[in-house]
């Protein structure tokens, strides 16, 4: 056989919807039996969605997955799948490939690279297999491994084990962050070459909690360019036929790029999109102050779920000014979205006279500013709980970071949709959506404005905060890279600064540790990728 | 040498804190010396606390805590001690023992076993070591591990090598949770028996983010029982001649039993008193509504910190009755505690009026229930934020399993006392509480209420959740003990309630993720101990 025809199945997943999950697997299936496909490849643990972190530990979970994963090979024909799911013997468990065809499992493979860093804790749950997969059928034989595996160096005698396969299938669940579809191809394209065999390589897609699967599934042809691409950040079956001929033609890459704000706004969309619809939610509120960070996650929300599902509050206080009320207003008119203006001035009042005994002789300081931020998240989450909205919190990386944000305030919500976004990336992105449209959704005005929380009189963030250019490279090195004091006074100089803004980041572990989940667009973000404690006296600066 | 003389130093270390915790090490040695001793001996990581999570990944951490060895170890003389630290070697770092006297590290041990299920991550940062360390100094010798270590089916090769030590020493960081105390000396004593040596078992004491070590380092006679044992929940020196002939007499255990109650009770006292300290607060605030969870809360403050330091606040709305005013009073006014009463009435009744344009045509449900709940947690931040209490979260873990409990309202706080204290637990301690004071610091009134939120008229639990006796044993099935539902419904009937509540629980999930952090006192408590997905349709039942 010199072409075989091979389907990538880059479903959706959910997390715990075994059936769901299994329903999508086998409607792949039958598309691919009726286009005569010999091979049609499901990404990592597609049974059980990724991750399931503790679900893993229930008996009963893997019992059930097991269940599905018989239900799907009953119903194979010719067409080969591999499909992801838990195998599980003597006891131990392991995230495993099942290659099914004609109602049988033929082979299991067993990952043997678990990763254990960044929000990666397969340790915790799975047993590392110990044999490579060379799957040999009558009419070609290939290689199988999952995920990173293939991003580990390989010892001999895995390169042995491949060496005899015509190309190699690596199923994956393998997170977005930015530029990391560069990182992929590199790593896979040169494990292509190193084993001189194409690799169809088979990748997760949609959101789950604080992660984005992209997507972007590809042929890699043994040269290792990219010979054939699904779609990113979207379900795709990627059909095409596969040259098994020692004298394989050149190929030329076929990669699908697109901008970098294309791309991470289209990451915040769908991983938004996502947490809304598969908790059961489809409608979302938010507040809108008239400020860049709440503008944009207004556009992301009415691209993600439809700008009838979108309600925005605006709720201005004594210190709120006409410019940013007007902006709130104007944003919400131009994305087309349910709006409100609400004054929360008369509770504001009503909290002061009722605590003015006890705050008698003291000067209105971060008390009182907080009293109004909490009065807006307790707004909005009467909404939620009256109507039914999803809270968004609008807080963006750089204030995550220096905990310029209030517990409870605007802090509170389902889900923070920018809250891996440093502020520069905000502007950009928020640029990004005003070009894409044509005209400005987000008025020049908001742009223009020094940011201010309007807690206060006069209130700006620089007041409190460095410039946000200075911060947001003092977080890439401290958070991101995990430079110490000394090294990014190096890099960046104003030690007196420097030294406050780390303070800052590390009085704030106990804020972050109560903010709810969001999307993961950097190497680093807080959630589970940065396991801080927070009683913490390491302050070396 | 037929006899030599033992110190463990049982101190309470604080993550991060390298020179603090260099210096308790440094005055244990000093003691140590002054009074003859040939081997001092300190718990797990005792250099950097445990555990410092990802502190680990930062480089110049590990720089700091391997100049605190060095520093250390210049000042050791004739007296060996053994220290805990992070050693590196070729990029890799490893948990680790050092072994130093007369100014030089001797020797240094790796641990072997690296636990990374429960609330443990050791894999995600450590690479475990390879080799058994048996230390022979000119007059004696041991074998060395750490922790898991011990807990772990030892492979023949560690037990030959162990075979020639005349005693073992282990250094430990054993979190407490019930019980853990029995099944501790029963492992432990299990080995000292099996290797046919005494063991050295030196475990860390204090309170961190959501653990507690509860200190009980002991001397285990080659016959397992327990010979000589340090304080339970408080900093120790434990001095004791250990006897190094073969003719070692029979023991006697000498454990030190304290009820249960007692021991619970003072892991959430030092569980509490050292989140508060190690975060640089000294006073706390609650909400003391005149049920039970706030009052025990009160107590456990009170002995924590000493009355002067805690602040709690009535704040009755026009639900809230005369009765539960009135306990309110009564068990500050018992305990001496700072005491303030604020009605929420006209901040809620402002709330409703700036709400009734939107809210017009519906009927008062959970919106205007929590509410309130957030209006008091909004005071509860207020007086944080002008005076500089820490809050103190009273929720239990039955509401907090059931999401009985209202996001930025009740659950609002830095800290969460009896979040892994189920209801019955939390009775059963108030009645410890008052008998161990000998009067009725929690009048009898406040056992005898059925239990009530007061949001709205006559409103009781009962009316939402399951009689708590039954919640409870389906809460220890479920999350506890992570059993499917037909076996829970196997055990307690009552199908459609079990459902209503495992869908409870599993629907509460992203509450959780928003809490503050609490005590750990059962063997699964929500936080890291329990990773489940927000996002998870995992539904059989």
Same mark, same amino acid.
């Given at each position: 056989?010199?072409?075989?025809?091979?389907?990538?199945?880059?479903?959706?997943?959910?997390?715990?919807?075994?059936?769901?999950?299994?329903?999508?697997?086998?409607?792949?299936?039958?598309?691919?039996?009726?286009?005569?496909?010999?091979?049609?490849?499901?990404?990592?643990?597609?049974?059980?969605?990724?991750?399931?972190?503790?679900?893993?530990?229930?008996?009963?979970?893997?019992?059930?997955?097991?269940?599905?994963?018989?239900?799907?090979?009953?119903?194979?024909?010719?067409?080969?799948?591999?499909?992801?799911?838990?195998?599980?013997?003597?006891?131990?468990?392991?995230?495993?490939?099942?290659?099914?065809?004609?109602?049988?499992?033929?082979?299991?493979?067993?990952?043997?690279?678990?990763?254990?860093?960044?929000?990666?804790?397969?340790?915790?749950?799975?047993?590392?297999?110990?044999?490579?997969?060379?799957?040999?059928?009558?009419?070609?034989?290939?290689?199988?491994?999952?995920?990173?595996?293939?991003?580990?160096?390989?010892?001999?005698?895995?390169?042995?084990?491949?060496?005899?396969?015509?190309?190699?299938?690596?199923?994956?669940?393998?997170?977005?962050?930015?530029?990391?579809?560069?990182?992929?191809?590199?790593?896979?394209?040169?494990?292509?070459?190193?084993?001189?065999?194409?690799?169809?390589?088979?990748?997760?897609?949609?959101?789950?909690?604080?992660?984005?699967?992209?997507?972007?599934?590809?042929?890699?042809?043994?040269?290792?360019?990219?010979?054939?691409?699904?779609?990113?950040?979207?379900?795709?079956?990627?059909?095409?036929?596969?040259?098994?001929?020692?004298?394989?033609?050149?190929?030329?890459?076929?990669?699908?790029?697109?901008?970098?704000?294309?791309?991470?706004?289209?990451?915040?969309?769908?991983?938004?999109?996502?947490?809304?619809?598969?908790?059961?939610?489809?409608?979302?509120? %938010?507040? @809108?102050?008239?400020?860049?960070? =709440?503008?944009?996650? *207004?556009?992301?929300?009415?691209? &993600?779920?439809? !700008? +009838? $599902?979108?309600?925005?509050?605006?709720?201005?206080?004594?210190?709120?000014?006409?410019?940013?009320?007007?902006?709130?207003?104007?944003?919400?008119?131009?994305?087309?979205?349910?709006?409100?203006?609400?004054?929360?001035?008369?509770?504001?009042?009503?909290?002061?006279?009722? %605590?003015? @005994?006890?705050?008698?002789?003291? =000067?209105?300081?971060? *008390?009182?500013?907080?009293?109004? &931020?909490?009065? !807006? +998240? $307790?707004?909005?989450?009467?909404?939620?709980?009256?109507?039914?909205?999803?809270?968004?919190?609008?807080?963006?990386?750089?204030?995550?970071?220096?905990?310029?944000?209030?517990?409870?305030?605007?802090?509170?919500?389902?889900?923070?949709?920018?809250?891996?976004?440093?502020?520069?990336?905000?502007?950009?992105?928020?640029?990004?959506?005003?070009?894409?449209?044509?005209?400005?959704?987000?008025?020049?005005?908001?742009?223009?404005?020094?940011?201010?929380?309007?807690?206060?009189?006069?209130?700006?963030?620089?007041?409190?905060?460095?410039?946000?250019?200075?911060?947001?490279?003092?977080?890439?090195?401290?958070?991101?890279?995990?430079?110490?004091?000394?090294?990014?006074?190096?890099?960046?100089?104003?030690?007196?600064?420097?030294?406050?803004?780390?303070?800052?980041?590390?009085?704030?572990?106990?804020?972050?540790?109560?903010?709810?989940?969001?999307?993961?667009?950097?190497?680093?973000?807080?959630?589970?990728?940065?396991?801080?404690?927070?009683?913490?006296?390491?302050?070396?600066?």
């Amino acid at each position: 056989m010199k072409h075989i025809r091979i389907a990538i199945g880059q479903i959706n997943t959910t997390v715990g919807d075994l059936e769901g999950n299994s329903n999508k697997i086998l409607s792949c299936m039958k598309e691919a039996a009726s286009k005569d496909i010999d091979l049609v490849v499901f990404p990592e643990l597609s049974i059980t969605g990724y991750p399931p972190e503790d679900l893993l530990l229930k008996p009963h979970f893997i019992k059930e997955n097991f269940k599905c994963l018989k239900n799907i090979s009953q119903k194979t024909g010719d067409t080969i799948a591999i499909v992801g799911f838990v195998d599980e013997k003597d006891g131990d468990i392991y995230n495993s490939a099942a290659v099914i065809c004609n109602k049988k499992i033929i082979c299991v493979y067993h990952k043997m690279h678990l990763p254990n860093y960044g929000i990666f804790d397969e340790k915790r749950y799975f047993k590392p297999g110990l044999r490579n997969a060379l799957v040999k059928t009558k009419d070609f034989s290939f290689g199988l491994n999952i995920c990173e595996d293939i991003w580990t160096q390989q010892s001999r005698i895995e390169e042995r084990a491949f060496s005899k396969a015509q190309f190699l299938v690596n199923i994956s669940a393998s997170p977005y962050h930015i530029n990391k579809i560069r990182e992929r191809e590199k790593v896979i394209g040169a494990k292509a070459k190193r084993f001189g065999i194409p690799i169809v390589y088979c990748n997760l897609v949609g959101g789950q909690d604080e992660l984005v699967f992209d997507g972007r599934s590809a042929l890699f042809g043994k040269d290792g360019l990219v010979i054939a691409q699904a779609k990113a950040f979207d379900e795709d079956l990627l059909i095409f036929d596969l040259d098994l001929s020692k004298k394989q033609k050149k190929t030329h890459s076929k990669t699908k790029p697109i901008s970098e704000y294309e791309e991470i706004y289209s990451a915040l969309t769908l991983g938004l999109k996502d947490y809304v619809r598969k908790n059961n939610f489809n409608k979302v509120a %938010l507040g @809108l102050s008239g400020g860049i960070d =709440s503008a944009l996650v *207004a556009c992301i929300a009415a691209d &993600a779920l439809g !700008r +009838g $599902n979108v309600l925005a509050i605006s709720m201005p206080s004594r210190y709120s000014s006409i410019e940013t009320q007007k902006d709130a207003g104007i944003i919400a008119g131009n994305l087309g979205i349910k709006f409100h203006k609400i004054s929360i001035d008369n509770i504001f009042g009503s909290y002061l006279k009722t %605590l003015s @005994l006890h705050f008698k002789g003291s =000067s209105p300081n971060i *008390a009182e500013e907080n009293i109004q &931020a909490r009065i !807006r +998240g $307790n707004i909005l989450m009467a909404f939620s709980n009256k109507f039914g909205y999803l809270v968004l919190n609008t807080g963006n990386k750089s204030e995550t970071s220096a905990g310029y944000c209030t517990l409870y305030g605007d802090m509170a919500g389902g889900f923070s949709v920018i809250k891996d976004a440093p502020k520069k990336l905000v502007y950009e992105l928020a640029e990004y959506r005003n070009k894409r449209e044509g005209n400005d959704i987000i008025p020049k005005s908001v742009f223009k404005r020094a940011p201010t929380a309007e807690l206060r009189p006069n209130q700006k963030d620089q007041d409190t905060l460095p410039p946000y250019d200075f911060l947001d490279r003092v977080i890439d090195l401290y958070v991101e890279k995990n430079k110490g004091f000394d090294e990014i006074v190096k890099r960046v100089g104003h030690k007196d600064i420097v030294k406050k803004t780390l303070n800052m980041i590390d009085r704030s572990e106990y804020k972050r540790r109560q903010a709810p989940p969001g999307v993961k667009i950097t190497p680093m973000a807080f959630g589970k990728d940065r396991r801080m404690p927070i009683t913490n006296k390491f302050t070396p600066h």
